[in-house]
């Protein structure tokens, strides 16, 4: 185990948040810790947006260096010392460092950057992007699976991982690892600070809430193993009297748990939360921008909490917005209207009219109206001013846009999930949300005119039963509670952010039951909107978490009971509810995490952060080769067996581009996810030529090394699987590396 190496990592985490931390708490100046909880995301952001700014002109060093300079000097111009929470950031960095160490500790176990049959997932796309990064003399990186262009993905938390590898001096290898910690760490931490805020200005207890938002969004997975354990337990007669009951969940046992059951929940997606993506281990987009996103919640929230007579303050920390939302487009586009959302219900419902942020003369022509009208008028200046803050944090990463996104159309009315699905993957928050939303809204009810909220009640229920029997179960589940939650805002009670962030949250699950961005491979199929369900939902686990945390909380509080309810009689409700919701969303990782660790090393004798270690136990021959390779300087480009996929296998013939993966030298044609980044035409153009660069004449051979620019052809022992290699007696190669089946040859040119 690298002991140094978490120590070197964990230090830099805390230094950097050390330095930042005068910037974070101007700007977040009425936080109860004055932001300490955001000065790690603070600090990550500014390294992550200067560096691909600068990164255009010159990559590495230079950009690393002048985004130093820029937090040190933003701290000491704009930063307000005064408002400094030693004490409070003591205590941030504590549990940051839980977070990190836990993901230090399981990914020691199985730290492998392998695809199948290894491990699953994406991680070789992944190192991909870190490893051609890292040779990248400028923005944007030359993609390693399609030589000579440019990366198509969004590739900004890669470049983030690639310069914090260049801080510390880290080989990619263990920084791979490294960095997942981090970001998980960035993660919990930041919903911590923010629960806890918000929890503060309620007069409950910051600890309780942010303690319980970082249990949701690190620790806590969906229900779907409470399900699996309740029938366990039950016995086998009553669940065998129920029609329709899985034969799978009649034989499930303890014995039988997999961490990987409780993602694909609802037929035809995928259903992730962090603490299944972290122990899954790919370093993916969806994952880095999880902390940022959060940043963009805690500057709505500091929004929220600036006074209407404070409007140069409200439109600099809308102004400081645009920066992470660009910087969410180039980690994980997904996120980024999902920043304009949280802006539009932020300006929609804080106390602070939206018109104050117009200069006066326009602020006196839209002055507040009654009924419908008003609520028009907030929500379109709301609408407004998030567009305005997503042009221009689009402008800011403009290279990005014309370059490196790959483009997509949207679908409508996808396969629709069950309702049984959506309780077992939101259930966990449900149990939170529903009390407390009900409880909020009881104070409403008219004690001397019980008949009114009566006929309430019959004409919602008779609303959610016909939408769940039209097939309509996300929108008879979700949509009550989201005009309930709405209601409650508008009319002022006693809710606050944790509210918006609830409906942020309602806003999204309904939203991919109706629209999806159309991926060509799955269309036709009951996987159309797989990757829309999978990456929205991520978004909505992390907002979420910091609403569960300030729900429960403020469960817990006797100075939060309702009035027709006791002190005492309040306390045990909220206890009872909240031991009921930990409990049940933490039997997955009572399972997960001890399984986890019991595990034996793969691919080591010991506990190891090295990503490629695995590769000299099972397959030393290439080990060996990619090592030779991953010494060559720059990015010479090669040539390998194509298609790559998701199994390295290459006794069948079954290759996963592992040179260009685990080195970033570029191959002419790697994994089959460049037909959707390209194009059918462009990626089965490529791979005629692959084969003919293998099998063809030696004229034609000679004709695509130079249009590829080709400097090395690989041949190991999924080539020689693939193929009939007449490339061998190619006149112009000579072998540079031999060993076992394995030859790398250079082509000599004059």
């Known amino acids: 185990m690298e002991y140094g190496l978490v120590v070197l990592w964990l230090a830099m985490y805390l230094v950097v948040g050390l330095a930042t931390l005068p910037l974070a708490a101007a700007l977040f100046s009425r936080f109860h810790d004055a932001g300490a909880a955001f000065a790690i995301p603070v600090g990550l952001a500014v390294i992550g947006i200067v560096g691909y700014l600068v990164g255009h002109l010159v990559f590495g060093w230079p950009a690393l260096i002048v985004a130093l300079v820029v937090i040190v000097a933003a701290s000491a111009t704009v930063g307000d010392r005064d408002a400094v929470d030693e004490r409070a950031y003591a205590e941030a960095g504590v549990v940051f460092t839980l977070g990190f160490l836990l993901i230090v500790a399981l990914r020691s176990v199985n730290p492998a950057i392998a695809p199948l049959p290894l491990a699953i997932g994406e991680k070789f796309l992944d190192f991909g992007l870190l490893q051609t990064l890292l040779r990248a003399g400028a923005l944007p990186p030359e993609d390693m699976w399609f030589a000579g262009e440019s990366v198509r993905y969004y590739y900004g938390g890669h470049m983030l991982t690639a310069l914090l590898t260049l801080f510390t001096g880290t080989a990619p290898r263990f920084a791979y690892n490294l960095a997942l910690a981090g970001f998980y760490a960035s993660l919990v931490t930041a919903a911590y600070g ?179 009208a008003e609520e028009l008028r907030r929500d379109g200046l709301a609408v407004l001013t998030a567009v305005l803050v997503l042009l221009v944090g689009g402008l800011l990463v403009l290279p990005f846009w014309l370059g490196s996104a790959s483009t997509r159309s949207v679908g409508v009315l996808p396969p629709r999930s069950g309702l049984g699905g959506l309780l077992l993957v939101h259930g966990g928050f449900l149990l939170a949300f529903v009390p407390y939303l009900a409880g909020r809204a009881a104070e409403h009810i008219d004690p001397k005119r019980p008949s009114r909220a009566v006929a309430w009640a019959i004409i919602a229920t008779v609303l959610i039963v016909g939408l769940a029997v039209a097939g309509f179960a996300a929108a008879a589940l979700f949509g009550p509670l989201l005009i309930v939650a709405w209601l409650l805002l508008r009319s002022r009670t006693d809710v606050g952010f944790e509210t918006v962030l609830m409906i942020g949250g309602f806003g999204l699950v309904l939203l991919v039951e109706f629209v999806y961005i159309i991926e060509p491979q799955y269309q036709g199929t009951d996987l159309e909107r797989l990757n829309t369900v999978f990456k929205t939902y991520m978004q909505v686990w992390v907002i979420w978490s910091p609403a569960a945390g300030v729900a429960l909380a403020r469960l817990l509080d006797p100075s939060s009971a309702l009035p027709e309810l006791d002190t005492q009689r309040w306390r045990t409700v909220g206890a009872t509810i909240v031991s009921v919701v930990l409990l049940v969303t933490a039997l997955y990782a009572g399972f997960a995490v001890p399984a986890q660790l019991g595990n034996e090393p793969v691919g080591s004798e010991e506990r190891t952060l090295d990503g490629a270690a695995y590769t000299y136990a099972v397959y030393p021959d290439e080990a060996a080769a990619i090592d030779w390779l991953n010494r060559r300087q720059g990015q010479p480009n090669i040539v390998t067996a194509a298609p790559g996929g998701y199994r390295w296998n290459p006794d069948e013939g079954k290759g996963a581009s592992a040179p260009a993966s685990l080195t970033g030298v570029p191959t002419v044609l790697g994994w089959f996810h460049e037909e959707q980044y390209r194009g059918e035409e462009p990626y089965q153009r490529r791979l005629a030529d692959v084969t003919t660069i293998y099998e063809g004449s030696t004229e034609r051979q000679t004709e695509l090394l130079d249009r590829y620019g080709v400097e090395y052809v690989y041949v190991g022992p999924a080539e020689r699987n693939a193929y009939d290699l007449t490339i061998e007696q190619h006149p112009a190669l000579e072998p540079v590396f031999r060993e076992g089946d394995v030859v790398i040859y250079e082509v000599r040119r004059q």
């Open 194 to 372: 923010l629960a806890g805020a918000i929890a503060a200005d309620h007069g409950s207890s910051p600890r309780v809430a942010g303690g319980i938002s970082a249990f949701f969004v690190g620790i806590a997975g969906n229900l779907h193993t409470a399900g699996r354990v309740l029938a366990w337990l039950l016995p086998d007669g009553l669940l065998t009297s129920i029609p329709g009951i899985d034969a799978e969940l009649l034989a499930w046992t303890p014995a039988e748990f997999s961490y990987w059951s409780a993602s694909r929940v609802i037929d035809g997606t995928i259903n992730e939360f962090p603490l299944f993506a972290w122990l899954n281990g790919d370093l993916h987009a969806h994952m880095m921008s999880t902390p940022f996103l959060l940043l963009v919640a805690a500057l709505c929230y500091s929004y929220w909490q600036t006074p209407a007579a404070e409007q140069t303050r409200r439109r600099l920390l809308l102004a400081a917005v645009v920066p992470v939302a660009g910087l969410l487009a180039i980690i994980n586009t997904w996120s980024f209207p999902t920043a304009g959302g949280l802006v539009v219900l932020t300006i929609a419902f804080a106390p602070a009219d939206p018109a104050t942020l117009l200069p006066p003369s326009l602020a006196e022509q839209l002055p507040p109206r009654d009924g419908i």
